[in-house]
């Protein structure tokens, strides 16, 4: 049994009320307590939520004019049991969640596109840089990475090729091959383990994707979101790094 | 740290509020890590989400060890169920855990003892390990993406 100790890169003491963005600070509830006060004063969990409940609910009781403390000696270990269905349902429901999430917690609605740096690093100062954000008459968040590039470079691709282009066709589908290699990785480095996670990897953000333009179509939102990063096979003690660099969006699921 | 969390105040009491479906043998691990705990907690309400597999023999397991109580609620939908479980819970302090986890023996007394330093503190937050075990891929999959999923903005704190 390997244990990947992943530290949720808070730093003890009061976490910031305030969200940066799209980015707001909140407890998975697989470890988090309440002042029963605070949640009868905000009226619980919102049953509205297909996933991502806890943040609603950490937004609110922060809004309600509460602190709130991260404790990293409180520690939980938890489990991972899923199967690939059981996978697929999880991230359509994040999808679906992030959707609801976003339209609720979010009051004007604007156009949020958002670049993620890949490798997560954060001097890069990439990692949750808005680069977009603008009035619109309806919420469209857009959190781009090399999966939505990767089909959207192969989209323009197949247009061109329909509009007797070939020259554009054949540079879309050289870029979209770039990214291809970019989200699924070099083989001959990885090694198959590597591709399969890639692979596995790339059913998830199908249904992640489809489950957001799903429960957005119903929410009245643009929402597109994928993966950020490979998950890396292998090495075990590599992995096991705490990575506090890395941040999570607003609307990050919790296992 | 228990005396000075005492000190002149009123105790505060800690309901632990577990979700749970059709995973007895999970919970059964979970359970017996809130038995261990430095500070005992003084409720444990395990809300059964309508599971078809019988949670009896987990429940006569621990009925004895823990403040134990189990209800079901039939209607299918985490925010739904937990909310049933906050209204069932008598504490002053609610802790969630999942069935699928396992609480270290300091888990209760580390959540709760930052309440007593402000009664403006709403929520308490502590951290979650990801354990894989020597499993299928999708398992590492779910790993290896909670590391990129767990990070937070470091400079929130």
């Given amino acids: ?255 | 740290m228990i005396e000075e969390m005492d000190l002149g105040e009123t105790r505060l009491r800690a309901s632990v509020v577990i979700v749970t479906r059709d995973r007895p043998e999970l919970l059964a691990n979970l359970l017996r890590s809130l038995t261990r705990q430095t500070l005992p907690p003084d409720e444990v309400v395990v809300v059964d989400n309508n599971s078809r597999k019988s949670y009896q023999a987990v429940f006569q397991e621990f009925e004895r060890l823990l403040p134990l109580r189990m209800v079901v609620e039939e209607v299918v939908g985490i925010p739904f169920v937990r909310n049933r479980g906050i209204r069932e819970a008598g504490g002053d302090i609610i802790l969630f855990t999942d069935d699928d986890c396992e609480a270290d023996p300091a888990w209760v007394e580390s959540m709760v003892r930052p309440f007593y330093q402000s009664p403006h503190i709403g929520a308490v937050g502590g951290e979650i390990l990801s354990v894989k075990r020597a499993g299928t891929l999708v398992e590492e999959f779910c790993v290896a993406e909670s590391l990129m999923r767990v990070g937070r903005d470091e400079g929130a704190g």
């Fill in chain 1, 1 to 255: 049994m390997i244990i990947d100790i992943t530290k949720s890169g808070y730093q003890k003491g009061y976490l910031a009320k305030e969200g940066v963005g799209a980015f707001h600070p909140f407890f998975a509830t697989a470890n988090a307590a309440f002042r029963k006060e605070a949640l009868a004063r905000v009226g619980g969990f919102d049953p509205q939520c297909a996933t991502g409940e806890d943040v609603d609910l950490s937004i609110r009781v922060a809004k309600a004019g509460y602190e709130l403390w991260f404790e990293p000696s409180a520690r939980i270990t938890h489990y991972h049991r899923y199967t690939m269905k059981g996978l697929l349902k999880q991230w359509f429901d994040y999808g679906r969640g992030h959707a609801y999430l976003f339209r609720k917690q979010l009051a004007r609605p604007r156009l949020q596109l958002y670049r993620r740096d890949r490798s997560g690093r954060k001097e890069s100062g990439l990692d949750i840089a808005c680069v977009l954000d603008c009035p619109t008459p309806i919420h469209a968040m857009l959190f781009l990475s090399s999966y939505h590039a990767m089909h959207g470079a192969f989209a323009l691709a197949l247009a061109a090729r329909a509009f007797s282009q070939p020259a554009l066709a054949a540079a879309a589908l050289g870029v979209g091959l770039c990214f291809g290699w970019r989200y699924f990785g070099n083989p001959l480095e990885g090694g198959v383990r590597s591709l399969a996670l890639a692979g596995i990897r790339y059913l998830a953000d199908g249904a992640y994707v489809l489950g957001g333009v799903l429960g957005g179509i119903k929410e009245r939102v643009i929402y597109l979101e994928a993966t950020r990063s490979r998950p890396q096979a292998g090495d075990p003690a590599r992995r096991a790094k705490p990575r506090p660099d890395r941040r999570s969006s607003l609307l990050a699921p919790g296992d």
